[in-house]
T-cell receptor
Framework: GNSVTQMEGPVTLSEEAFLTINCTYTATGYPSLFWYVQYPGEGLQLLLKATKADDKGSNKGFEATYRKETTSFHLEKGSVQVSDSAVYFCALRSGGSYIPTFGRGTSLIVHP | DVKVTQSSRYLVKRTGEKVFLECVQDMDHENMFWYRQDPGLGLRLIYFSYDVKMKEKGDIPEGYSVSREKKERFSLILESASTNQTSMYLC??????????????FGDGTRLSIL
């Protein structure tokens, strides 16, 4: 079956630090990969996605590259802000299935 | 923009009550989902529906039922609420158009407390 593994949090950083949140996956077939973000008190929202190998998704300064050879989709940002404090979820969806597989989420706390 | 609206942000009910959580989406999506979110456990799928009147059990359906009488509306029902159903409930929808690269769209969640 499919699975997504994310690094456990919380990840605590100072403002303007570099961020990496690791995500690796196992999947049948050729999945699409997603990062979602959940701000305090809100639902999840799509941050970025990639649908094929070597694709790079990007949004709001965040980036992630679909690495088929290492089955990874790590989230990066060069300079985090306090407003980036949130929970980040890595997810995949394989062709033929309506149901995505989510990682457990990684909490990011950014201090001024 | 897709909007998924959950009827309540906060809800307090008593043990044994029948509880209804409502969700409406405005993008004509075929798929709708109910999750619960608990600290340390991530998102767990309760039920999903891929069409009107169609439903399938997710990972934790016990104690819950669902109803989808119209395409835009998906209701979660706690038949007899218990304290272990205190949680954050998230509704989501997604399209079947375009295959597996379609993301889910989430509501803001309902924080349900069972006393």
């Amino acid at each position: 079956g499919n699975s997504v593994t994310q690094m456990e949090g919380p990840v605590t950083l100072s403002e303007e630090a570099f961020l990496t949140i690791n995500c690796t996956y196992t999947a049948t077939g050729y999945p699409s990969l997603f990062w979602y973000v959940q701000y305090p008190g809100e639902g999840l929202q799509l941050l970025l996605k990639a649908t094929k190998a070597d694709d790079k998704g990007s949004n709001k300064g965040f980036e992630a590259t679909y690495r088929k050879e290492t089955t990874s989709f790590h989230l990066e940002k060069g300079s985090v802000q306090v407003s980036d404090s949130a929970v980040y979820f890595c997810a995949l969806r394989s062709g033929g299935s309506y149901i995505p597989t989510f990682g457990r989420g990684t909490s990011l706390i950014v201090h001024p | 923009d897709v909007k998924v609206t959950q009827s309540s942000r906060y809800l307090v009910k008593r043990t044994g009550e029948k509880v209804f959580l409502e969700c409406v989406q405005d993008m004509d999506h075929e798929n709708m989902f109910w999750y619960r979110q608990d600290p340390g456990l991530g998102l767990r799928l309760i039920y999903f529906s891929y069409d009107v009147k169609m439903k399938e059990k997710g990972d934790i359906p016990e104690g819950y039922s669902v109803s989808r009488e119209k395409k835009e509306r998906f209701s979660l029902i706690l038949e007899s609420a218990s304290t272990n159903q205190t949680s954050m409930y998230l509704c989501a929808s997604s399209s079947t158009q375009g295959g597996s690269n379609q993301p889910q769209h989430f509501g803001d969640g309902t924080r349900l407390s069972i006393l």
